[in-house]
Nanobody, 119 residues
Framework: QVQLVESGGGLVQAGGSLRLSCTAS????????MSWHRQAPGKQRELVAA???????NYADSVKGRFTISRDNGKNTVNLQMDSLKPEDTGVYYC?????????????WGQGTQVTVSS
């Protein structure tokens, strides 16, 4: 059984920073990809940033240069450092983890954390 716990959302003024964290717990053989997605009101969920097992990163064009995804391997934790936040970054942010358990592959979403950026 794998569980994801997210933390770090909140309310911040435009130009400010927030750091999101997501920790995966359980008997995990390998994590292949850890990523953050967001969903703004009335919009579809979109990829914000992803990090692969090999260390490759992928960012949405709208956050390049402002957001940084990183991983703490020892703790199976993925972080999203968000700087120079804009009101359009407002939404619910979800962590997603895909990997390998002893008996099967898995993919799991976190519960979501609200990020609100005021103008």
């Amino acid at each position: 059984q794998v569980q994801l716990v997210e933390s770090g959302g909140g309310l911040v003024q435009a130009g400010g920073s927030l750091r999101l964290s997501c920790t995966a717990s359980g008997i995990i053989i390998r994590i292949n990809t850890m990523s953050w997605h967001r969903q703004a009101p009335g919009k579809q969920r979109e990829l914000v940033a992803a990090l692969t097992f090999g260390g490759s990163t992928n960012y949405a064009d709208s956050v390049k240069g402002r957001f940084t995804i990183s991983r703490d391997n020892g703790k199976n934790t993925v972080n999203l450092q968000m700087d120079s936040l804009k009101p359009e970054d407002t939404g619910v942010y979800y962590c997603n983890v895909e990997g390998v358990l002893p008996e099967r592959n898995f993919g799991l979403w976190g519960q979501g954390t609200q990020v609100t950026v005021s103008s």
